[in-house]
């Protein structure tokens, strides 16, 4: 089993940044891609970033694209996710999920792909 934890969120102004994390234990996820989803309130939630387990690997929704990076430290067992010229409509509660790819390369961008999820970390862009 997998735990995830994040952490990280909080408010900000539009145009600033924060700094995700995501730690990982239980066991090792090294052999995992590591995905974050969000999901605004009334909203299904939607892919936003993934990274292959080497890190070689990434995928990023088109409306984060240029703004937001994932990068993992696989030492820590931990993935972030810095958020960069935030708009309000990045305001969500964010969570990050670990899928086993068997050491592969793939960065997964659908929800059912995952096997671990967190209980998320909620992140408001004021205008």
């Known amino acids: 089993q997998v735990q995830l934890v994040e952490s990280g969120g909080g408010m900000v102004q539009a145009g600033g940044s924060l700094r995700l994390s995501c730690a990982a234990s239980g066991r090792s996820v090294s052999g995992y891609a590591m995905g974050w989803f969000r999901q605004a309130s009334g909203e299904e939630r939607e892919f936003v970033a993934a990274?292959?387990?080497?890190?070689?690997?990434?995928h990023y929704a088109d409306a984060v694209k240029g703004r937001f990076t994932i990068s993992r430290d696989n030492a820590k067992n931990t993935v972030y996710l810095q958020m960069n010229s935030l708009k309000p409509a990045d305001t969500a509660v964010y969570f990050c999920?670990?899928?086993?790819?068997?050491?592969?390369?793939?960065?997964?961008?659908?929800?059912?792909?995952?096997?671990?999820w967190g209980q998320g970390t909620q992140v408001t862009v004021s205008s």
């Open positions: 999920a670990a899928a086993n790819t068997g050491w592969g390369a793939a960065t997964p961008g659908g929800k059912d792909e995952y096997d671990y």
């Open positions: 990274m292959s387990w080497s890190g070689g690997s990434t």
